[in-house]
């Protein structure tokens, strides 16, 4: 049977596999296809996470969509620590929002300064 793996960050790709497959293997091949490390990879199937046992047993069948995600742990090991890398992806994380929800704001209360002026 094939699937297909999505990711947000690369192309949709399909994979030939067999219902009997086990989870980590699938782990191992999305490993290769997409470069992310098992210990790091995210996998849902119809918003569920895929933790173990085979793709029968999770319900995956013949064309279905499978989504990677890349997990990120950019926490340091004490509670209280963050490395500047940390700070710094959380910094533009927070202004990637702000830039997002100030658009969102001017689209919805002054749309005209998006207009064209002919």
């Known amino acids: ?16 596999v ?3 497959m086990e989870v980590e293997i699938l782990r191992e091949l999305v490993s290769i296809e997409y470069s992310i490390p098992v210990d790091k990879q995210k996998l849902t199937f119809e918003g569920k ?3 173990g046992g085979t793709l ?5 069948q013949n064309d279905s ?3 990677v995600e890349k997990e990120d742990t950019m ?3 004490a509670a209280g620590e963050m490395s ?8 533009e994380q927070i202004e990637r929002e702000n830039i997002e ?3 969102q704001d001017a689209l919805e209360f002054n749309p005209e300064a998006f207009a064209k002026v002919v």
């Not at 049977?1 to 030939?16: C, F, G, Q, V």
């Not at 029968?56 to 995956?60: A, G, I, M, P, S």
């Not at 500047?84 to 910094?91: H, L």
């Open 1 to 16: 049977m094939y699937i297909t793996i999505a990711s947000n960050t690369e192309d949709p790709r399909k994979l030939e």
């Open 18 to 20: 067999h219902e009997d």
């Open 49 to 51: 996470v895929l933790s």
């Open 56 to 60: 029968k047993d999770n319900n995956v």
């Open 65 to 67: 969509m499978v989504f």
């Open 75 to 77: 926490m340091g090991s």
């Open 84 to 91: 500047a890398e940390a700070q710094k992806y959380i910094a």
């Open 101 to 103: 929800k100030n658009l």
